[in-house]
Nanobody, 124 residues
């Protein structure tokens, strides 16, 4: 069992930056691929970024490429999402997720554990 707790959300002006963190419990964090997803009001959840166990293989949705960076620190059981050049359309609740496999995937249904989410609001 893995518990995930997100933090770092908040209100920021367009063009600003935020860094989200997701702290995981348990001793198997290094064996889980990790992902970030988001859900805006009235919209379906969508994939944002994912990182494999090796920390090298990473995936991003097209709209965040070049602006967001996912990383992980296995020693701290934490995955991060650095978000730069934020836009109002990035406003959503952001969730981190863990997958019991080494490879990352953008498919939300392939993740086994989810956090409670953290709100990100970007004002224009």
């Amino acid at each position: 069992q893995v518990q995930l707790v997100e933090s770092g959300g908040g209100l920021v002006q367009a063009g600003g930056s935020l860094r989200l963190s997701c702290a995981a419990s348990g001793r198997s964090f290094s064996s889980y691929a990790m992902g970030w997803f988001r859900q805006a009001p009235g919209k379906e959840r969508e994939f944002v970024a994912a990182v494999a166990v090796n920390g090298v293989s990473k995936y991003y949705r097209d709209s965040v490429k070049g602006r967001f960076t996912i990383s992980r620190d296995n020693a701290k059981n934490t995955v991060y999402l650095q978000m730069n050049s934020l836009k109002p359309e990035d406003t959503a609740v952001y969730y981190c997720a863990a997958r019991r496999y080494s490879a990352a995937t953008p498919q939300g249904h392939e993740y086994d554990y989810w956090g409670q989410g953290t709100q990100v609001t970007v004002s224009s």
